[in-house]
């Protein structure tokens, strides 16, 4: 693989995307010198206020586009619903990463499946749903209970509907509008689990620790490192998030969600082409962010250090907390073992990613007594 030049601090950096992933890389490639234009049709987005400069304009505005390209000296992105053909536009006039490729085989559930299976690794049962006949042609072989999810634009639980028979699925299906999805086997889950790596442009990764998942209603509520899995267990997920970066050809920050079964089964979940919420905790309690690896790996920089610092558990922080009025961040504030992060957002709506919090000791359980009883003191009223 021919490298390229690295790009030193002083350039310029396009984000492709402005939420709180896009700031939070934003403030890293800030603080180590760089330049950031961020590319959003927000205008109040997190990433967009904070950025040197804001395009604010549609993903696909061709005009906008190569005004980005012609400021920045290499373009990345903050999630993957940003068109592929976007980034393959803009890989023609400056360094892209991730590129388009990799980013196409992690839009679609069921293209992105297939491209896991295709590697030898193991994914829980599915089936693709296009129409009512997929469903009647699975609907005496399929194992329910099963989760209907659309194949494009979902994320956080949204376009996901729990089905216990064929029927449930036609409704789900109907109620989904009958897009392309994706019907996936519901596993007896012990727990969820992920990681995030770094993968240069020569091919070398860099791993941080497998993080420990508690979602509730679809969306990420913590995230416990290190987590409470074998040690066989935790190298066996980093080599398959590795051989899923090699597979893509990836270079930048990435993150793969997994379940283990009960049964002791690795089942990979999902694929993120950027960093993660579960990677969150890297901020605090690391030597280097994920975000900071971000910046590395789209400058051609070596990997900073991605040993963990301390024990720590990160803990989710939606709209739903603000209530009619501000949480009680004074009883957050008090506890100096906790890291407050707050996104910017303008407004807290129910669901709405508004911030995180990290809490760190140097026991893990006391780390995670603290975490759960500072969320609900937290709580507005």
Not at 229 to 255: C, F, H, N, R, W
Not at 286 to 307: D, I, W
């Amino acid at each position: 693989m021919t490298l390229s030049k690295q790009i030193l601090p002083g350039a310029t950096l396009g984000m492709l995307g402005g939420g709180q992933l896009g700031r939070m890389f934003t403030t890293a490639a800030q603080t180590m010198g760089y330049r950031v234009v961020v590319l959003d049709p927000d205008t109040n987005s997190p990433a967009g206020i904070i950025a040197d400069q804001h395009i604010c304009a549609k993903y696909t505005d061709e005009k906008a586009l190569n005004q980005l390209a012609e400021l920045c000296d290499a373009i990345t992105t903050e999630f993957e619903n940003i068109p592929a053909t976007t980034l393959s536009y803009l890989e023609t006039k400056t360094t892209v990463h991730p590129s388009s490729k990799a980013l196409a085989q992690t839009q679609n559930r069921i293209i992105e499946k297939q491209f896991i299976e295709s590697l030898g690794i193991n994914v829980a049962p599915y089936a693709a749903i296009r129409s009512a006949a997929d469903i009647d042609a699975i609907a005496n072989t399929f194992h329910f209970p099963a989760i209907l999810k659309a194949a494009s634009f979902g994320y956080d639980g949204k376009g996901q509907v729990v089905c216990s028979n064929a029927s449930d699925v036609h409704s789900a299906f109907a109620a989904l509008n009958n897009v392309e999805c994706v019907l996936e086997q519901r596993i007896n889950l012990e727990r969820e689990v992920s990681t995030v790596l770094a993968r240069g442009q020569s091919g070398d990764i860099t791993n941080f620790p497998v993080a420990e998942n508690v979602h509730v209603n679809g969306v990420l509520h913590s995230t416990t490192v290190p987590s409470s899995i074998p040690e066989q267990q935790a190298q066996s997920i980093l080599k398959i998030a590795d051989t899923i970066a090699e597979g893509l050809d990836y270079v930048g920050t990435m993150a793969v969600e997994f379940f283990i079964s009960t049964e002791g089964d690795i089942l990979a979940n999902e694929i993120a082409p950027r960093p993660h919420n579960s990677g969150h905790f890297t901020l605090d309690a690391c030597e280097t962010s994920q975000f900071e690896q971000q910046v590395r790996m789209l400058c051609g920089l070596p990997s900073g250090n991605c040993k963990l610092t301390s024990p720590v558990v990160m803990i989710n922080l939606l709209g739903d907390v603000w209530g009619k009025t501000q949480p009680h961040w004074d009883s957050l504030l008090s506890q100096p073992q906790i890291k407050l992060h707050l996104y910017g957002k303008k407004e807290a709506r129910a669901g709405r990613k508004m911030g995180h919090f990290n809490v760190l000791t140097s026991d893990i359980k006391q780390a995670t007594k603290i975490a759960l009883q500072s969320f609900e003191d937290l709580k507005a009223d």
